[in-house]
């Protein structure tokens, strides 16, 4: 249970998706979606940190991290992982967790 619940969480943070999770754990892509929207409802601090962090990519056309550093991603990508993993992935760097969201 521990590894299942280390991927939900890791993943979510680094934003992966119902697919992307399904496919790590092995299981239907419908029980991956109803653990990330459990989460989400059980910790909705982790959703309010992500939203506007995607919405204000969607607005300039770019994630800037906590540093102050841009990246531009084609916003017809997937802007959510891009924005979610963008900003951990910079934070957790600084502070030497740069395991947490892997590249």
């Known amino acids: 249970m521990r590894p299942t619940a ?16 399904s496919q790590r754990l092995g299981i239907p892509r419908g029980e991956a979606a109803t653990m990330i929207d459990n989460c989400f409802k059980q910790f909705p601090g982790v959703k309010r940190f992500m939203e506007p962090i995607v919405e204000d990519a969607k607005t300039r056309g770019y994630v800037e991290t906590l540093t102050g550093r841009r990246t531009i991603r084609d916003i017809t990508s997937d802007l959510t992982r891009h924005a979610a993993w963008t900003r951990r992935r910079d934070s957790a760097l600084k502070r030497g967790l740069h395991h947490v969201c892997p590249a």
């Open 6 to 21: 280390k991927m939900v969480n890791f993943g979510i943070i680094c934003g992966i998706s119902a697919f992307g999770l």
